[in-house]
């Protein structure tokens, strides 16, 4: 609430600990951290035989537990509604053509999407590995009552569908609190923090396509980054593929190792060296910077013209900008994809107020709110990686120097969020020991795996969670990039 002191939220922990205490433990769930892999590689001293552990939060962040069920049962809804509007070209036509004008990468990820969509694709079936990011919001009105009243709810901040990250340190996150918990000999609070079988569940999607997929020697491609930072979080799915099922061999390869190294066989196999590959896990692709050349963009057709089973299919990528959610949070269009009303009641329920920034009368009102109110707002742009969104007085500048330009389509308007604070320790690698609490806040990440085409829906189940905590100040909040911290959370009536 713009001007209000934000709503606040506390731990039934004390976090009043002596300061030797407290050293102690910092130390203790530093080290396990490091011994468990709740690690990532240095951005600023970059040595891919180092690790340092990732940020996190000392102890657990206070969640309510209606709102965190309420979340979690709402995922398999989420999961279809995504795969409806993944399969729906018209629907994904229309709602980019404007956007596609002015934003060079979608433009080119859907023109993927169109050769692929005319000549057939060979694969119908795709594999979604979703994380539906939301936030408490302190600003909803009560339910029930005539009168305004804050209240605790929670909104969607974003649906990611490709490369969405933490499978393995969300898990690991709760893991690490359990530990700290009992070293403060809080072993009755342990039933507070839900269990969290991310790793398992993604795994299981991946595993369960590769079944579909029919042969047994095929491999699992995992895309990725140039350099990859954030390696336990993909290397332990990796390891758990494994244990999972000791016959599937996952392999690694980037874009342009791809452009290089991947062919079609004769029936649309896609062949990288000797290895077939039945399923393909994308965890880069997802940002301009990541294609350096047309022989990026040539193996992304490449491999979507294949008859590899895809973690995101092209159009699951399509259906994953910000322009879709835009669309979507318009009145009746989610019963277009969800034709039962009260699921599409309770869809709508989670969405925050989104703006087009169209050339019509309702994107002139939003450049104009943008301008006139930039605290209220977030402006996004179609991407994904953390980042890239405008904020404040950043807000009212930009929507000022593209007020007149085709640019402004490309960018949506969302309600900012007021999320309650809470105090918490936040440890940082190298850097000196924080003996006082910060005040903080929290995004909470619900993932789900879905498996199916356009006329089934083979597998459809949501799977475990991620908790992103960050300064209350600071406006984006991601691990990789050094601002939020690992955490989990402590369910609270």
Request: aromatic letters at 8%; charged letters at 25%; a negative charge.
């Amino acid at each position: 609430m713009p001007g209000d002191k934000q709503a606040t939220m506390k731990l039934p922990i004390s976090l009043d600990l002596p300061a030797r205490e407290l050293e102690e433990l910092m130390d203790k769930a530093k080290d396990w951290a490091l011994m468990h892999g709740v690690c990532l590689r240095s951005k600023v001293n970059f040595n891919r035989d180092v690790l340092q552990f990732a940020p996190f939060a000392l102890l657990p962040s206070p969640f309510p537990r209606e709102e965190f069920r309420n979340a979690c049962d709402i995922q398999v809804i989420l999961n279809e509604l995504i795969h409806s509007v993944a399969h729906d070209y018209e629907f994904l036509k229309e709602t980019l053509q404007e956007t596609v004008k002015v934003d060079d990468f979608t433009r080119r990820l859907f023109e993927i999407y169109e050769i692929v969509h005319k000549e057939g694709a060979a694969q119908k079936i795709s594999l979604g590995l979703l994380r539906s990011d939301l936030m408490l919001d302190t600003s909803c009105p009560k339910k029930n009552t005539k009168k305004f009243k804050p209240h605790c709810c929670w909104k969607q901040v974003e649906i990611n569908t490709i490369a969405s990250g933490f499978g393995w340190l969300g898990p690991a996150s709760t893991q690490l609190h359990e530990f700290v918990l009992r070293e403060l000999g809080y072993k009755a609070e342990l039933k507070n923090l839900p269990e969290n079988n991310a790793l398992q569940a993604l795994c299981e999607g991946m595993i369960e396509a590769w079944n579909l997929y029919g042969d047994p020697q095929a491999v699992i491609l995992f895309v990725i980054e140039d350099v990859t930072y954030n390696i336990c979080d993909q290397r332990f799915h990796e390891f758990e593929i494994r244990r999972q099922n000791p016959n599937v061999k996952v392999i690694r390869r980037n874009l342009t190792q791809l452009a290089a190294e991947a062919r079609l066989g004769f029936n649309k196999e896609l062949i990288v060296n000797d290895y077939v590959v039945g399923v393909v896990y994308y965890r880069c692709g997802y940002e301009p910077g990541q294609y350096h050349t047309q022989k990026e963009w040539d193996a992304r057709l490449l491999v979507e013209r294949s008859l590899a089973i895809k973690c995101p299919s092209i159009q699951y990528h399509l259906a994953g900008t910000k322009k879709v959610q835009q669309t979507l949070a318009k009145p009746g269009m989610v019963t277009r994809f969800l034709k039962d009303e009260k699921t599409a009641t309770k869809v709508k329920e989670i969405f925050t107020g989104l703006y087009p920034l169209d050339f019509d009368e309702h994107g002139d009102a939003a450049v104009e709110m943008g301008i006139s109110e930039p605290q209220r707002f977030v402006l996004k742009p179609q991407r994904e990686g953390g980042c890239n969104n405008l904020y404040g007085t950043d807000i009212k500048n930009y929507l000022e120097s593209v007020k007149t330009e085709q640019a402004r389509v490309a960018w949506i308007l969302m309600d900012r969020l007021y999320p309650p604070v809470h105090r918490n320790y936040v440890v940082k690698p190298a850097s000196s020991v924080m003996l006082e609490t910060k005040e903080l806040v929290s995004e909470l990440g619900i993932f789900g795996v879905i498996i199916g085409d356009d006329k089934n829906i083979i597998v459809n189940k949501q799977g475990g969670h991620m908790l992103r905590t960050k300064l209350a100040t600071d406006n984006e909040g991601g691990v990789a990039t050094g601002l939020g911290a690992c955490d989990s959370p402590f369910l609270i009536d």
